[in-house]
């Protein structure tokens, strides 16, 4: 049974990064106290991950309007700058958790930080 569940898990894993390949770029349009305005992801998904490309810092999509997303930028917002280009991840916001993050100080990502 457990050889079946990993199975299936690679197999989820695997098809998640082939969905990355095919990914929309868009730019930025403005940003300010934290939250960027992206234009040109029309497919991005509420609550989808983002990625600042020239900076490497990770956003989350959650104000999608018609013309542009409105993305909460995880870390600092002044590396950030109008113009720079935004990649969809294709990964909604989630956390994975096991028994080492016990105790742990984390960032939003799940990352450790202490």
Do not use: C, H
């Not at 079946?4 to 095919?22: H, P, T």
């Not at 934290?34 to 900076?55: C, D, N, P, R, T």
């Not at 997303?69 to 989630?94: A, N, P, R």
């Amino acid at each position: 049974m457990e050889s079946l569940i990993v199975s299936l898990r690679n197999d989820m894993e695997i098809g998640r990064d082939q969905s990355k390949l095919v990914s929309e770029m868009g730019t930025v349009m403005s940003i300010k106290d934290g939250v960027a305005q992206i234009q040109g992801i029309s497919k991005v998904k509420a609550g989808e991950l983002v990625l600042f490309v020239k900076s490497q810092i990770y956003g989350l999509a959650l104000n999608l309007e018609k013309e542009s997303v409105g993305v909460v930028v995880f870390g600092d917002d002044y590396k950030i700058k109008q113009g720079d280009k935004v990649k969809l991840t294709g990964e909604l916001m989630s956390i994975k958790v096991n028994e080492q993050m016990l105790g742990r100080v984390l960032d939003p990502l799940g990352n450790p930080i202490d």
